[in-house]
Protein backbone atom coordinates (compact mmCIF):
# COMPACT_ATOMS: atom_id res chain seq x y z
CA UNK A 1 0.00 0.00 0.00
CA UNK A 2 0.80 3.31 0.00
CA UNK A 3 3.52 5.41 2.12
CA UNK A 4 3.68 9.05 3.20
CA UNK A 5 7.36 10.51 3.91
CA UNK A 6 6.98 14.01 5.57
CA UNK A 7 10.13 16.00 6.40
CA UNK A 8 10.92 18.17 8.65
CA UNK A 9 8.69 17.41 11.42
CA UNK A 10 9.22 21.15 12.69
CA UNK A 11 10.03 24.31 10.76
CA UNK A 12 10.95 27.63 12.24
CA UNK A 13 10.68 30.86 9.94
CA UNK A 14 11.31 34.62 10.34
CA UNK A 15 8.08 36.82 9.17
CA UNK A 16 8.81 37.50 5.58
CA UNK A 17 11.25 34.52 4.75
CA UNK A 18 10.25 31.30 2.90
CA UNK A 19 8.88 27.68 3.98
CA UNK A 20 9.41 24.68 2.13
CA UNK A 21 8.14 21.13 3.27
CA UNK A 22 8.45 18.30 1.46
CA UNK A 23 7.35 14.55 0.88
CA UNK A 24 7.81 11.24 -1.19
CA UNK A 25 5.43 8.56 -1.87
CA UNK A 26 5.47 4.81 -2.69
CA UNK A 27 2.88 3.83 -4.94
CA UNK A 28 3.64 5.12 -8.29
CA UNK A 29 0.08 4.64 -9.09
CA UNK A 30 -0.68 7.49 -6.85
CA UNK A 31 -2.38 10.07 -8.84
CA UNK A 32 -3.45 13.07 -6.40
CA UNK A 33 -1.44 14.94 -3.95
CA UNK A 34 -3.31 17.83 -1.40
CA UNK A 35 -2.37 19.88 1.23
CA UNK A 36 -4.02 20.51 4.81
CA UNK A 37 -3.34 22.96 7.24
CA UNK A 38 -4.65 22.61 10.65
CA UNK A 39 -4.45 25.27 13.54
CA UNK A 40 -4.09 24.45 16.98
CA UNK A 41 -8.03 23.14 17.94
CA UNK A 42 -9.09 23.25 14.68
CA UNK A 43 -10.02 21.05 11.83
CA UNK A 44 -7.37 19.87 8.54
CA UNK A 45 -8.33 22.06 6.24
CA UNK A 46 -7.74 21.61 2.17
CA UNK A 47 -4.91 24.78 1.42
CA UNK A 48 -3.55 23.20 -1.97
CA UNK A 49 -3.72 20.19 -4.78
CA UNK A 50 -2.52 19.18 -7.73
CA UNK A 51 -3.32 16.26 -9.39
CA UNK A 52 -0.50 13.69 -11.38
CA UNK A 53 -0.66 15.22 -14.40
CA UNK A 54 0.23 18.77 -13.79
CA UNK A 55 4.28 19.61 -12.33
CA UNK A 56 3.45 22.83 -10.40
CA UNK A 57 0.22 24.92 -9.27
CA UNK A 58 0.45 28.13 -7.26
CA UNK A 59 -2.07 29.77 -5.71
CA UNK A 60 -1.71 33.13 -3.86
CA UNK A 61 1.64 32.82 -1.67
CA UNK A 62 1.84 29.21 -2.07
CA UNK A 63 2.67 26.93 -4.44
CA UNK A 64 3.25 22.95 -4.92
CA UNK A 65 5.55 20.98 -6.90
CA UNK A 66 5.59 17.48 -7.96
CA UNK A 67 8.31 15.04 -9.37
CA UNK A 68 6.66 11.62 -10.42
CA UNK A 69 9.59 10.26 -11.76
CA UNK A 70 11.30 10.69 -8.18
CA UNK A 71 7.79 10.35 -6.41
CA UNK A 72 8.18 13.46 -3.78
CA UNK A 73 6.74 16.49 -4.17
CA UNK A 74 6.87 20.16 -2.05
CA UNK A 75 4.41 22.71 -0.48
CA UNK A 76 6.18 25.97 -1.16
CA UNK A 77 5.38 28.81 1.26
CA UNK A 78 6.31 32.22 0.25
CA UNK A 79 6.52 35.62 2.46
CA UNK A 80 5.75 33.71 5.63
CA UNK A 81 3.20 35.54 8.54
CA UNK A 82 2.53 34.36 11.57
CA UNK A 83 -0.87 33.40 10.69
CA UNK A 84 0.90 30.92 8.49
CA UNK A 85 1.51 29.13 11.90
CA UNK A 86 0.05 25.56 11.74
CA UNK A 87 0.55 22.05 11.37
CA UNK A 88 0.83 20.48 7.64
CA UNK A 89 -0.43 17.71 6.52
CA UNK A 90 0.95 16.47 2.71
CA UNK A 91 -1.04 13.32 1.71
CA UNK A 92 -1.32 10.97 -1.60
CA UNK A 93 -3.94 8.66 -3.21
CA UNK A 94 -3.87 6.10 -5.41
CA UNK A 95 -7.02 4.62 -7.51
CA UNK A 96 -6.65 1.48 -5.78
CA UNK A 97 -7.11 2.32 -2.26
CA UNK A 98 -9.45 5.00 -2.46
CA UNK A 99 -8.28 6.85 0.48
CA UNK A 100 -5.54 9.42 1.19
CA UNK A 101 -2.75 8.17 3.41
CA UNK A 102 -0.98 11.52 5.12
CA UNK A 103 2.14 12.31 6.23
CA UNK A 104 3.21 12.78 9.89
CA UNK A 105 2.82 16.64 9.59
CA UNK A 106 5.27 19.45 9.92
CA UNK A 107 4.85 21.99 12.50
CA UNK A 108 5.31 25.22 11.01
CA UNK A 109 6.48 28.00 13.21
CA UNK A 110 6.48 31.71 11.84
CA UNK A 111 8.05 34.10 14.26
CA UNK A 112 7.09 38.00 14.02
CA UNK B 1 -23.80 24.89 3.22
CA UNK B 2 -23.44 22.50 6.36
CA UNK B 3 -19.74 21.45 7.04
CA UNK B 4 -19.18 17.55 7.92
CA UNK B 5 -20.63 17.28 11.73
CA UNK B 6 -19.96 14.86 13.99
CA UNK B 7 -21.09 14.32 17.67
CA UNK B 8 -20.47 14.06 20.29
CA UNK B 9 -17.20 17.10 20.26
CA UNK B 10 -15.45 15.05 23.83
CA UNK B 11 -16.58 12.14 25.94
CA UNK B 12 -14.58 9.78 28.21
CA UNK B 13 -15.13 6.33 28.46
CA UNK B 14 -13.31 3.65 30.70
CA UNK B 15 -11.49 1.06 29.49
CA UNK B 16 -13.08 -1.86 28.25
CA UNK B 17 -16.07 -0.19 27.40
CA UNK B 18 -17.71 0.36 23.92
CA UNK B 19 -18.42 3.84 22.17
CA UNK B 20 -20.16 5.41 18.95
CA UNK B 21 -19.15 8.34 16.99
CA UNK B 22 -21.33 10.03 14.71
CA UNK B 23 -21.01 11.81 11.47
CA UNK B 24 -22.96 13.74 8.98
CA UNK B 25 -21.35 14.39 5.65
CA UNK B 26 -21.55 17.29 3.66
CA UNK B 27 -25.36 17.15 1.32
CA UNK B 28 -24.33 15.40 -1.78
CA UNK B 29 -21.34 13.78 -0.84
CA UNK B 30 -21.88 10.08 -1.07
CA UNK B 31 -18.00 9.13 0.58
CA UNK B 32 -17.17 8.88 4.48
CA UNK B 33 -14.08 8.48 5.97
CA UNK B 34 -12.28 7.64 9.62
CA UNK B 35 -9.24 9.24 10.81
CA UNK B 36 -7.86 8.54 13.65
CA UNK B 37 -5.28 11.54 15.27
CA UNK B 38 -3.29 10.07 18.05
CA UNK B 39 -0.88 12.82 19.26
CA UNK B 40 2.48 12.71 17.57
CA UNK B 41 1.36 10.02 15.00
CA UNK B 42 -0.29 12.35 12.47
CA UNK B 43 -4.05 11.29 10.77
CA UNK B 44 -3.85 7.50 10.74
CA UNK B 45 -6.45 6.04 8.33
CA UNK B 46 -9.12 3.60 9.91
CA UNK B 47 -12.28 3.15 7.43
CA UNK B 48 -13.74 4.10 4.14
CA UNK B 49 -17.62 4.08 3.30
CA UNK B 50 -19.22 4.87 -0.04
CA UNK B 51 -22.88 4.41 -1.20
CA UNK B 52 -23.28 1.94 2.50
CA UNK B 53 -20.33 -0.02 1.62
CA UNK B 54 -17.40 -0.63 3.57
CA UNK B 55 -14.69 0.50 0.46
CA UNK B 56 -11.24 0.40 2.79
CA UNK B 57 -10.34 -0.14 5.85
CA UNK B 58 -7.15 0.84 7.75
CA UNK B 59 -4.54 -1.24 9.66
CA UNK B 60 -6.75 -1.53 12.79
CA UNK B 61 -8.03 -3.78 14.53
CA UNK B 62 -10.90 -5.82 13.90
CA UNK B 63 -12.86 -3.86 17.15
CA UNK B 64 -13.03 -0.66 15.17
CA UNK B 65 -16.06 -1.15 12.90
CA UNK B 66 -18.48 1.54 11.58
CA UNK B 67 -21.25 1.72 8.76
CA UNK B 68 -22.87 4.23 6.42
CA UNK B 69 -26.56 4.68 6.56
CA UNK B 70 -28.80 5.68 3.34
CA UNK B 71 -28.53 9.23 4.04
CA UNK B 72 -24.95 8.92 4.17
CA UNK B 73 -24.23 9.27 7.95
CA UNK B 74 -21.77 7.53 8.92
CA UNK B 75 -21.19 5.65 12.99
CA UNK B 76 -17.42 4.59 13.92
CA UNK B 77 -17.81 1.97 16.44
CA UNK B 78 -15.15 1.11 18.86
CA UNK B 79 -15.33 -1.78 21.20
CA UNK B 80 -13.14 -3.17 24.09
CA UNK B 81 -12.09 0.54 24.47
CA UNK B 82 -7.74 0.51 25.44
CA UNK B 83 -6.04 3.54 26.85
CA UNK B 84 -4.12 4.08 23.33
CA UNK B 85 -7.58 4.53 21.90
CA UNK B 86 -7.59 8.11 23.12
CA UNK B 87 -7.17 10.15 20.52
CA UNK B 88 -9.30 12.38 18.13
CA UNK B 89 -11.34 10.82 15.73
CA UNK B 90 -12.33 12.22 12.58
CA UNK B 91 -14.28 12.37 9.82
CA UNK B 92 -14.24 13.75 6.39
CA UNK B 93 -16.62 13.45 3.15
CA UNK B 94 -16.00 13.97 -0.35
CA UNK B 95 -17.92 13.17 -3.82
CA UNK B 96 -16.88 9.85 -4.81
CA UNK B 97 -13.43 9.67 -6.70
CA UNK B 98 -12.54 13.40 -6.04
CA UNK B 99 -10.78 12.44 -2.56
CA UNK B 100 -11.54 16.46 -1.95
CA UNK B 101 -11.70 15.81 1.67
CA UNK B 102 -14.09 18.04 3.91
CA UNK B 103 -13.13 17.24 7.63
CA UNK B 104 -15.39 17.61 10.94
CA UNK B 105 -14.20 19.07 14.14
CA UNK B 106 -13.41 15.64 15.50
CA UNK B 107 -14.28 13.97 18.20
CA UNK B 108 -11.92 13.36 21.04
CA UNK B 109 -12.11 10.58 23.20
CA UNK B 110 -10.14 9.87 26.08
CA UNK B 111 -10.09 6.13 27.48
CA UNK B 112 -9.38 6.16 31.45
Known amino acids: GENVEQHPSTLSVQEGDSAVIKCTYSDSASNYFPWYKQELGKRPQLIID?????GEKKDQRIAVTLNKTAKHFSLHITETQPEDSAVYFCAASSGSQGNLIFGKGTKLSVKP | EAGVTQSPTHLIKTRGQQVTLRCSPI?????VYWYQQALGLGLQFLLW???????NRGNFPPRFSGRQFPNYSSELNVNALELEDSALYLC???????????FGSGTRLTVV
Open chain 2, 49 to 55: YDEGEER
Open chain 2, 27 to 31: SGHTS
Open chain 2, 92 to 102: ASSLMSTFRYT
Open chain 1, 50 to 54: IRSNV
